[in-house]
């Protein structure tokens, strides 16, 4: 069966750094493009970054260009998240998903058909 599991999350300070893993199962991660969304309280779900099966395309929200990096490691099933000079407003549950459709927007939920149950990041000085 499908399975997404999200790790890394915590209470980080402002500034700070954090790495995020996505594990994958069910499925051969080769084959598919993955991308990470968050969702604050009160929010709706933002995409974050996306990141294609060959590693050859990465996307980023304007919101973290610069700061984050997503990467892949096939042979290991995993696609991770590399948050850098953290800020307040990046607090939220973070969610890794397999990505269906590519006739639109990454940034766009419906493109999904599978997610990860979230990992939660508080950053607070």
């Known amino acids: 069966q499908v399975q997404l599991v999200e790790s890394g999350g915590g209470l980080v300070q402002p500034g700070g750094s954090l790495r995020l893993s996505c594990a994958a199962s069910?499925?051969?991660?080769?084959?598919?493009?993955i991308g990470w969304f968050r969702q604050a309280p009160g929010k709706e779900r933002e995409g974050v970054s996306c990141?294609?099966?060959?590693?050859?395309?990465?996307y980023y929200a304007d919101s973290v260009k610069g700061r984050f990096t997503i990467s892949r490691d096939n042979a290991k099933n995993t696609v991770y998240l590399q948050m850098n000079a953290i800020k307040p407003e990046d607090t939220a549950v973070y969610y890794c998903?397999?990505?269906?459709?590519?006739?639109?927007?990454?940034?766009?939920?419906?493109?999904?058909?599978?997610w990860g149950q979230g990992t939660q990041v508080t950053v607070s000085s």
């Open positions: 998903a397999r990505r269906l459709s590519f006739g639109i927007s990454w940034l766009s939920l419906a493109g999904y058909d599978s």
């Open positions: 069910g499925f051969n991660l080769d084959y598919y493009s």
């Open positions: 990141i294609s099966s060959s590693s050859d395309s990465t």
